[in-house]
């Protein structure tokens, strides 16, 4: 939430209402209240950088130009237009903002948590022990607000161009392919024949194709990094580093990974796309909407000889022979933004259809399937929020009502649903939509 430097004073009458609430039955703030639309205070989030440009270019400017009946213009509500800004630091450290894995609690700073790799039960239980009484009742909220698809881009080994029968003139990866890269069992070039796979080209000599595939992975712990293991270890469910499979190497292990891999000097989704855009020979993974805006992964050839761009992946199961592939974008490589190629993606946990119950519940298992019909490494990302505020240290009624009405402008279908078309993201089903906005009404003070 915002900091006192930037925090708005309250106005009086909402002040007076809630002051008059208390004195007429005292712990009635807990119970649900919420300042008039519009008339709360400026507010941060903190968070995921899979959500960076959804929250920075769509829907921060959005909330207060939009005239949809959710946003704060200067016509809803009280009028107001209070402001919202987003830092993009990755999903691990915003969940440490609200207090996980021993850190300072921030939620009188951080109105919401942005992350694409939503807090487990333990992480839950942490979180909301930071209640000014402690009880085991239930406060956090994990509200979907976006599907997202995460893009295995290439930088191709010097001299080397692709080129498949399935996709001419592109690299392809099927399921097995792509999850012994990352286990570093395929380790060359050379070793990708997937879907009549070659490297061309005059001065693509057998001694390059032979050369190493660099990996190159997130330095910090990532969300982004998750939903990409969590669809590894559907391909292989055994350890692939010590005793830890791919869905123990998220969390904490989040940086951990088979073999010798490369890391960015900086955070953050844009560092690893900037590196292996620079690094003839290597292989990486981040948001679609990140990779297509670094010009590096665009055509033509991203204005390498070499190309750079991401790869059309296996969405019809594990399966080694007549495979089929499918783009993490609607439009496939090319420059003008579109969106996440995730229509009717079915979300399970890995056995059973999801998503929870409600959005009380965790939602950390959540992942897709090998065997989709459009592009299979989707993802969901989540904005975190308070069933009742009051609860916890630091949180006011002017930073709640704020937050809950930007979550409500996030989830409206004339809304944040709305803008977001054609960047490169794809809003949520019917079926979570509603769910999510559920949790959403119900952050209150």
């Given amino acids: ?64 130009t939009s005239v949809n009946p959710k946003a704060c213009s200067g016509t809803q509500g009280s009028k107001g237009t209070p402001k ?24 009188g700073t951080y109105a919401f948590v942005g992350t694409d790799e939503p807090p487990n039960q333990a992480q839950k239980e942490e979180i909301e022990s930071h209640k000014k009484k402690p009880s085991s009742e239930a406060t956090l909220e994990t509200i979907p607000v976006l599907q997202g698809a995460v893009a295995i881009v290439v930088h191709m080994p010097k001299g080397c161009k692709a080129n498949s029968t399935s996709n001419p003139g592109r690299l392809v990866l099927d399921n097995i392919t792509l999850e012994k890269i990352w286990r570093g069992v395929i380790t060359k070039w ?29 330095k910090d712990e990532s969300g982004t ?12 469910h055994g350890p692939v580093l010590g005793e830890m499979s791919w869905n123990e190497l998220v969390g904490t292990h989040s940086t951990e990974w088979p073999g010798t891999v490369s890391k960015p000097s900086e955070n953050g989704g844009g560092a690893l796309l900037k590196l292996v855009a620079e690094t003839l020979g290597s292989i990486g993974y981040g948001n679609l909407a990140d990779a297509r805006a670094n010009s590096s992964f665009i055509p033509p050839l991203g204005g390498k000889s070499e190309p750079t761009s991401w790869v059309p992946i296996q969405n019809n199961g594990l399966e080694q022979e007549e495979e089929t592939y499918a783009d993490p974008a609607t439009n496939g490589d090319t420059k003008e933004t579109a969106n996440s190629n995730c229509a009717n993606t079915e979300y399970t946990n890995g056995v059973t259809p999801f998503p929870p119950a409600n959005t009380l519940e965790p939602w950390n298992e959540v992942t897709t399937k090998t065997e989709e019909e459009k592009y299979t490494i989707c993802g969901l990302t989540y904005d975190l929020s308070f069933h009742e505020f009051s609860k916890y240290p630091g ?9 809950n009405n930007y979550l409500l402008f996030e989830l409206a279908s004339g809304g944040g649903q709305s803008l977001i078309k054609k960047h490169d993201y794809l809003g949520l089903t019917t079926s979570l939509d509603e769910e999510a906005r559920v949790g959403a009404e119900k952050s209150r003070f």
């Fill in 84 to 107: 919202v800004t987003y830092e993009s630091v990755g999903s691990g450290a915003g969940l440490e903002a609200w207090g996980v894995n021993g850190h300072a609690f921030e939620a």
């Fill in 225 to 236: 990094t998750a939903i990409l293991k969590k669809y590894l270890a559907l391909i292989e």
């Fill in 395 to 403: 949180t006011t009624l002017a930073e709640t009502t704020s937050a």
């Fill in 1 to 64: 939430m915002a900091s006192l430097s930037t925090r708005r004073l309250v106005p009086a009458c909402v002040l007076s209402v809630a002051a008059m609430a208390a004195l007429v039955a005292p712990g009635a703030a807990s119970a649900g209240t919420l300042g008039e639309q519009c008339s709360g205070s400026n507010i941060i989030g903190k968070g995921s950088s899979l959500q960076k440009l959804a929250q920075q270019t769509v829907w921060n400017p959005g909330f207060n």
């Fill in 190 to 218: 050379s070793e990708i024949t997937d879907g009549g796979d070659e490297l061309t080209g005059i001065n693509c000599t057998t001694a390059v194709k032979e050369s190493a595939i660099t990996r190159v992975v997130r």
